[in-house]
């Protein structure tokens, strides 16, 4: 996304020279510099990230209720090659590792009912949903086959949000606490908060930059993330504004 960007500025600076405007040819080309180096060097995505993730960075002591739901957002799943095997994706094991430790403490500091909702689909068409992949490592870190619910329809996280909302208001949980990636955390709050969903945000990971004089490309990759949850936050303004947006329930609405 930040490449096209920056190849777009380059296309209008090439036709504002070819036009004889060599004054703003000469501000394109300038300001494409400077968004390769503000970005690739660091301090953009630096900037992106903070504004997405500072609020999450202290991560809170959940006080247990009498029925606790830990809803799990999925993050993509990948099929080995050889063996054909899905499994979690890169970006998937802080998410589960953290969901598993949140159960455990659960179980161990209470003799409340404590489940786990995994909620994702099977996005990628690799086979298998991402909460039948998930559900199956969370039993190997500890968690019950019992208290784990699955959600395996959604394809995003809009779908995360409307489809678990459904769950949620069958259990009927004191407690409700979500566990995603820090700088996706925003995003889905907003989400579940329209379909009444209030939870408790747990980040599992916390993503960084790397400052340096070289630009890398690893730094134009976290700022790509970074702006699909922008945009996806100004898609959710702009479909509200428009009523496009499916209709928001609140607990206890029909």
């Known amino acids: 996304m930040t490449l096209i960007v920056l190849v777009i500025l380059i296309v209008f600076a090439i036709g504002c020279a070819a036009l004889a405007w060599r004054r703003t040819s000469v501000m394109l080309y300038a300001l494409t ?9 660091g301090p953009v995505p630096a900037w992106l990230l903070g504004q997405l993730q500072d609020t999450y960075d202290i991560k809170p002591r959940p006080v247990w ?33 953290e969901a598993a430790a949140l159960y455990n403490d659960c179980r161990r500091k209470t003799v409340a009912d404590c489940k786990i909702i995994v909620s994702g689909g099977d996005a990628l068409h ?48 004191d407690r409700v606490l979500l566990v995603s990636s820090g700088l996706h955390l925003q995003r889905s709050l907003l ?15 916390y993503l ?5 004089l070289i630009p890398l490309s690893y730094n134009f990759a976290v700022t790509d ?18 009523g496009w947006n499916a209709v928001s329930k609140q607990p206890g609405e029909a």
């Open 33 to 41: 510099a400077v968004l390769f180096l503000a970005i690739g060097c």
């Open 65 to 97: 209720g009498k029925r606790n739901a830990l809803v799990l957002l999925g993050a993509g799943t990948t099929k080995v090659p050889r063996t054909g095997a899905v499994e979690p994706g890169m970006f998937a094991y802080a998410r589960i590792a």
């Open 126 to 173: 690799l086979g298998s949903p991402e909460a039948i992949v998930y559900q199956r490592l969370l039993v190997r870190l500890g968690v019950s086959a019992a208290d784990v619910m699955l959600e395996p329809g959604s394809m995003n996280t809009w779908q995360n949000a409307q489809f678990t909302s459904a769950l949620l208001q069958r259990y009927a949980p």
């Open 191 to 205: 989400y579940f908060g329209h379909f009444g969903v209030h939870a408790m945000p747990v980040r599992a990971d």
């Open 208 to 212: 960084r930059p790397v400052l340096t």
């Open 225 to 242: 993330f970074a702006l699909h949850e922008y945009l996806g936050i100004a898609r959710y303004t702009l479909y509200n504004a428009f």
